[in-house]
Structures are given as C-alpha cells and as structure tokens.
C-alpha cells in the first residue's frame, strides 16, 4: 500500500512541475520563431545573446530577474535601439522595477545593437 502512495505522490509531483503554457501558445511561439529564423537580424541577435549571460535573467515570454524580451519588444520601437544598447552596456535600474541590469562593458555598441534588434523582433 505503501509504494502504491509513493508512486502517486510522484506522479503528482511530475504533473504539477509540468510545462503551464497552453499548446496555443507553444504553436505561436513556433510560428513566430520559423516566421523570423530567416531574418538576418534575428540569427545574428540571437546567436549573441546564447553567447552572452543574457538568458540568465531574460527569457522571451517569461520574467525572470530581467524583463522577458517580448514584454521589452512591445514597449519600444526601432528608435530606440541605440538607448537601449546604451543601457546593456552601462547597465540601468528603475524601469523593469528596482533589481539592478548589470553592466556588459565588454560588449561592443555594435553587438548591443544587434541583440535589440533580435529582441524587437519578438513584438507580437
């Protein structure tokens, strides 16, 4: 009887940490990333941000310690590319809420700019 409450515990537990986003948002984020993955712009972004510690506190449609991308894509334009590559580099505080972006000053301005521009990408 034992085992059989164990095993049940368990499961329950695999169900409950399982993946909460619906399969329409999965389709959607696959569509809008095969719709992009042509795009110049989106493989040069992209392949900077996995080589940089970016994922560490950015996702693309999750919050984790930074904004999620998405949520940066919808709230500025392409005019805003230079301020924002500005504000990787020096690093910010006060606009996503009080924790800290960390200064990336090894970062070129021109890789800066290539990984907004991946990010702007992601506007729904």
């Known amino acids: 009887?034992?085992?059989?409450?164990?095993?049940?515990?368990?499961?329950?537990?695999?169900?409950a940490?399982?993946?909460n986003k619906t399969e329409g948002t999965k389709?959607?984020?696959t569509e809008t990333t095969n719709n992009l993955s042509s795009n110049p712009d989106y493989q040069k972004g992209l392949a900077l941000i996995a080589k940089n510690d970016c994922l560490t506190c950015h996702k693309v449609d999750t919050k984790l310690t930074g904004?999620?991308?998405r949520d940066v894509a919808n709230k500025y334009s392409e005019k805003d590319i230079t301020?924002?590559?500005?504000?990787?580099?020096?690093g910010g505080q006060g606009v996503w809420g009080a924790i800290p972006m960390t200064p990336h000053p090894a970062l070129a301005?021109?890789?800066?700019?290539?990984?907004i521009k991946y990010i702007l990408l992601l506007k729904k």
């Not at 009887?1 to 169900?15: E, R």
Request: charged share 20%; aromatic share 6%.
């Open 83 to 90: 301020t924002l590559a500005q504000k990787v580099i020096k």
């Open 27 to 29: 389709e959607t984020a």
């Open 17 to 19: 940490c399982g993946d």
């Open 67 to 69: 904004p999620a991308y």
């Open 1 to 15: 009887m034992k085992k059989y409450l164990i095993v049940s515990l368990l499961l329950s537990a695999i169900v």
């Open 109 to 115: 301005q021109a890789d800066a700019e290539q990984m």
